[in-house]
């Protein structure tokens, strides 16, 4: 039942949660936060930084989730100083979300990485935009006269078909012109776009609104670096002894080509099969259910194993190196605990974060970096056993920032610790998801970003995984580690 009264609370300038009304409070707790203490709802944080990034009140539907149960409600946040109030309303459960949602980790990580955000009716018409970044300008003035139009109609946007209208070979090559307002959402969800007056290019993500309507979000495709002393900048692994000039015709085929036009796909045989499994489309006998639920599975693997090559190219190809940029690894630390504290809370693991004024300022790509947070923190809480703690520590020494992610699972023998982070290397295990990638694609980019990434353990013990990189040495200042 939704609530009737506005839920109303308050941030100060360090995005801490300082006063709350139950509802939320609760939901804050829930979450693995405290109050006062950061705010925990990794969907409502990223509401308030892009306010106090942009000094403009706005508003955006959020999905959280208090345990099992998933809590829907509008959020708008309005700046006033240093501070950032908060007025939630439309309340409530949401008992069945939509089986096209994506998991709550991915959509939290898009909004937050997001430049632009549309908001969209049932119809995919636009009702309000905010586009803030600086090479969006154009693209938000035609937004501003576009209300109640198809958002594809948008003049700044050029979304890949040739000069005469077709399709550009995304439905499969088939002539004739492509009405993109009669096109179903999935169709148009991950397209690629140019925009007018941006150099970059961006990826489009459509996420249904619980209710009705959709959020458009504009990821750029790659992220512009900030400028950096050269001295940090990270430069790219030599190229192995005896290679050639040539490249072999299929580089760069996985992550350009292949994972592209496989991500639709797949991602719709998942949605599909979790309708069915879900029972949204009407009844069905237990059996189908289950191998309903059995394809999604066996759907989130394939596309993990997508996603995974599609890393790879990228990580192997010649003069990779990531965009650098000025992080604090404590606030990594604390976004990728936001993003996982369902998954933690489902095995009834404790997150020990770095303790709030906890500071270790680095040089790196703060979506890389993030990336590689992800993928220990998934795998320490995979490992780990139930009702345990695993620990995220960070601090700075000299000219090094590190971030460490400890577990009390198994932990590793000297060999196994000697080729954890080689190439499909998976230790033995079977059936429990991994690609055996994860760990060698994160050193590539530890190492990509003049870093580093290792492991020490003791058989039975738990096995302690720390990322290195040049610290940020002007604004380093006293060093805190947990």
Request: hydrophobic share 45%; proline share 7%; aromatic share 4%.
């Amino acid at each position: 039942m939704a609530a009737a009264d506005p839920i109303r609370a308050r941030c100060d300038a360090g995005d801490q949660l300082v006063a709350a009304d139950e509802a939320l409070a609760r939901l804050q707790a829930a979450a693995g936060g405290t109050l006062p203490g950061l705010l925990a709802i990794p969907a409502l944080l990223a509401l308030v930084r892009q306010v106090r990034a942009t000094g403009l009140a706005q508003a955006r539907p959020i999905l959280a989730m208090d345990g099992e149960c998933p809590i829907a409600f509008q959020a708008r946040a309005v700046p006033d100083g240093d501070s950032i109030d908060l007025v939630l309303r439309d309340w409530r459960r949401a008992p069945a979300p939509d089986a096209g949602l994506p998991p709550a980790d991915d959509a939290a990580l898009w909004h937050h990485l997001a430049q632009g955000h549309v908001l969209l009716d049932a119809q995919q018409r636009v009702i309000a935009a905010d586009c803030p970044a600086p090479d969006l300008v154009e693209l938000a003035t035609d937004l501003a006269g576009a209300t109640g139009r198809h958002w594809t109609a948008c003049a700044a946007l050029s979304l890949g078909l040739g000069e005469d209208g077709r399709d550009g070979g995304r439905n499969g090559g088939r002539p004739g012109r492509v009405d993109m307002a009669r096109l179903h959402w999935r169709l148009l969800d991950d397209m690629v776009v140019d925009v007018a007056g941006s150099p970059r290019r961006w990826r489009v993500r459509l996420l249904p609104r619980v209710g009705s309507g959709f959020d458009l979000l504009l990821l750029p495709e790659t992220i512009l670096a900030l400028p950096a002393d050269p001295a940090l900048l990270p430069q790219a692994e030599p190229a192995p002894a005896g290679a050639g000039a040539a490249l072999p015709p299929w580089t760069g085929f996985l992550g350009r080509d292949l994972a592209p036009a496989l991500r639709q796909p797949i991602s719709r045989i998942i949605a599909n099969a979790e309708t069915i499994r879900s029972r949204l489309a009407g009844p069905l006998a237990d059996a189908y259910g289950n191998y309903a639920a059995d394809i999604a599975e066996a759907g989130r693997h394939l596309l993990g194993l997508v996603e995974d090559l599609a890393d790879l190219d990228a990580v192997e190809a010649p003069g990779f190196a990531p965009a650098p940029d000025h992080i604090d690894l404590a606030d990594c630390a604390r976004r990728a605990a936001g993003i996982l504290s369902v998954r933690a809370r489902e095995r009834g693991i404790v997150l020990a974060l770095p303790e709030e004024d906890c500071h270790a300022p680095a040089i790196g790509e703060f979506r890389r970096v993030l990336q590689v947070l992800l993928n220990l923190l998934s795998n320490a809480i995979r490992y780990t056993p139930a009702q345990a703690t695993v620990t995220l520590a960070c601090g700075v020494e000299g000219a090094t920032a590190w971030i460490a992610v400890e577990d009390h699972g198994e932990g590793l023998t000297a060999e196994q610790a000697s080729r954890v982070f080689e190439k499909f290397e998976r230790l033995g295990r079977s059936g429990d998801g991994g690609s055996g990638l994860g760990l060698y694609i994160s050193r590539r980019l530890a190492r990509a970003m003049a870093g580093d990434l290792t492991v020490s353990s003791t058989p039975g013990a738990g096995a302690r995984f720390m990322l290195t990189l040049p610290a940020d040495v002007p604004s380093a200042g006293i060093v805190n580690a947990r």
